[in-house]
């Protein structure tokens, strides 16, 4: 797959007039005042000819987002054939088609609300296999790629900075961002890009994972069962976050902004070889609160 004109092999296009909407107001001096908002529509999920979930969502990539899903959910199996992905955006339906026959009504009576904005969903039994999972030793961040890499991302042009209320994750590749998903919930743009992943075969040893929202338990578990050894936010973290990322071995860094980061899980990837006094600040247009990235 060719890259975009910036770079990235996949990027949400802020440019798209699907994903935002053109509102008028007034501001705190009661002028009228013209901006954009965000998109946000219902996108039911099945998988063969079982209902699965209905999500909240800005509406594009849906083909990636319910395959990253059901890979999340231990819904689909690495070695699984799909023999179709089908959408009807007047109906708001995807449907994820298998070689292999599915019945997860069990399961799907054991979901959990997470803490992620746009009412993240998980299942029970998520965590059967987490502790299965075994997460590349070798893989290592250096700290000149991390100073690099938040640089870039942040430059990018990103619906966040066209509508803003919303969050952005990416998959990156030493110093380069690969692919660039937002979304209303970060547990959608997780799954969008999971789904990439699946659909390209993309191996995962050797990436990174970079999230503009908070490091909860969510985050890790999802990062961990895409197998991507190394997580970090310029977001803050939460307890059990950090006690899941130290038990799986992930690395992970959190609060990266600009010069500074903090890492509490996974030291031993961290190679200390860029000098914090060369690396880019951050861009005041991240500063302010009520960013995508902050703890929110």
């Not at 946000?40 to 998988?47: D, S, V």
């Not at 054939?81 to 009807?88: G, K, P, Q, S």
């Not at 965590?127 to 990018?156: Q, W």
């Amino acid at each position: 797959m060719p890259p975009s004109d910036d770079g990235f092999l996949l990027k949400t296009d802020p440019s798209d007039p699907r994903l935002s909407a053109e509102v008028t107001g007034v501001d705190h001096l009661g002028a009228k005042v013209t901006t954009r908002v965000v998109t946000e529509k219902a996108l039911t999920l099945y998988l063969n000819r079982q209902e699965i979930v209905t999500m909240m969502t800005i509406g594009d990539h849906p083909d990636l987002m319910a395959v990253g899903y059901l890979l999340n959910q231990n819904m689909l199996q690495a070695d699984d054939e799909i023999t179709a992905i089908d959408y009807d955006d007047d109906l708001e339906v995807v449907v994820v088609r298998t070689k292999r026959e599915t019945d997860y009504e069990t399961k799907l009576q054991k979901k959990v609300r997470t803490s992620g904005c746009a009412q993240g969903t998980v299942f029970g039994d998520v965590m059967e296999n987490f502790s299965d999972i075994h997460l590349a030793p070798d893989a290592r961040l250096k700290t000149s790629d991390l100073y690099a890499l938040t640089h870039k991302i942040n430059s990018a042009p990103s619906l966040y900075l066209e509508a803003g209320a919303i969050h952005g994750c990416v998959l990156c590749q030493g110093d380069v961002p690969l692919v660039y998903m937002e979304d209303v919930g970060r547990h959608n743009a997780v799954d969008k890009i999971a789904g990439w992943m699946f659909m390209n075969k993309v191996s995962a040893d050797d990436k990174v994972f970079y999230t503009t929202g908070r490091l909860t338990s969510e985050m890790v578990i999802k990062t961990v069962m895409m197998g991507i050894p190394i997580l970090v936010s310029r977001s803050g973290f939460t307890a059990w976050g950090v006690e899941l990322a130290q038990k799986a071995g992930l690395t992970l860094i959190g609060r990266a902004r600009g010069k500074r980061f903090l890492a509490l899980a996974g030291l031993e990837r961290i190679e200390f070889d860029g000098d914090p006094a060369e690396a880019a600040g951050e861009a005041p247009r991240h500063r302010r609160k009520g960013a995508s990235g902050d703890d929110s």
